[in-house]
């Protein structure tokens, strides 16, 4: 199968995502990789990763954002795409070694799950960035010499620190922008951004009634995301409506009542819908309900 089609999601990536498309890469030579939330495209993929609301692994399926997610492991790991994803090929990726395809869940695999799917316990002994250098060493199995290794952990660490001052500056820079959204809003409990900007650390030093935030997605359509009771907290100032949690399109529309809403994460934090005037309805609504 050297000609699939693997589609993943459209807008914002996440680690699961990229790291289920970097597994598959290691399973098949060649794939054509689409990213959308075209459902008709979906149901036409070889291969459908985090979108898709369905999984099923001899089908190709791998979504974990339906109501009742899709599993988790024995330690209550929940998992997300990736984890799916290494479930079906993990081992075939380890060429048939089980306790490397096992270590390498339990160090990777697993700690990005829970981290993409809120679950906080564990997380804190997750890899760090100074364990991601270290791994640039040849071990003793390779005879690549040291400096040539040095070199390319050179290269990476060059991209990661240019990619932490450009977020730094980008940070920076969002502060007026937030501030002035939280002086502007309508309801200090909803604060409306033109355009996507990092807001947390800013709303939390500068407001503390504000309970969501509304802003565009970079493909068009409008989000509204909870704020967290702290910063890097998956605790909520107030979830979005429960009856919410996992719907998307239609499902959706009829519990809400909003003829455009096009989709509530299980974890209700952040929902959507095509129209700001829509996602405003969204925010109204939340507020309403106990």
């Known amino acids: 199968m050297n000609n699939i089609t693997i589609v993943t999601h459209n807008g914002n990536f996440h680690a699961d995502d990229v790291f289920g498309i970097a597994a598959l890469k290691q399973i098949f030579p060649a794939f054509n990789l689409v990213r959308t939330r075209d459902l008709s495209v979906i149901a036409q993929a070889d291969i459908v990763i985090d979108v898709g609301g369905e999984y099923d692994a001899d089908a190709g399926r791998f979504d974990h954002h339906q109501r009742g997610g899709a599993g988790a492991r024995e330690n209550g ?87 932490f001052i450009a977020s730094a500056d980008g940070g920076i820079s969002a502060k007026s922008i937030v501030a002035e959204a939280i002086d502007k809003a309508e309801d200090p409990r909803v604060i409306v951004l033109e355009k996507y900007t990092p807001w947390k650390t800013t709303v939390h030093k500068l407001s503390e009634q504000a309970l969501y935030m509304v802003y565009p997605s970079g493909s068009g359509p409008w989000r509204i995301q909870t704020v967290p009771v702290e910063p890097g907290s998956f605790e909520d100032r107030k979830s979005l409506p429960a009856p919410w949690a996992g719907l998307s399109n239609e499902a959706l529309q009829e519990v809400t009542g909003i003829d455009d809403a096009m989709f509530c994460h299980n974890g209700l934090f952040i929902a959507g819908a095509e129209s700001f005037e829509s996602t405003m309805k969204m925010a109204a609504i939340a507020l309403e309900t106990p």
């Open 77 to 163: 790991i929940p998992y997300s795409s990736f984890g799916l994803i290494w479930q079906k090929y993990g081992l075939q990726i380890c060429k048939g070694n089980q306790e490397v395809a096992h270590s390498v869940d339990a160090g990777l695999v697993s700690t990005i799950d829970a981290i993409d799917c809120g679950h906080v316990e564990g997380v804190a002994q997750g890899i760090s960035l100074s364990q991601t250098i270290s791994m640039f060493n040849p071990t003793w199995q390779e005879e690549s010499h040291f400096d040539t290794c040095f070199d390319e952990a050179v290269e990476f660490a060059s991209r990661v620190l240019a990619r």
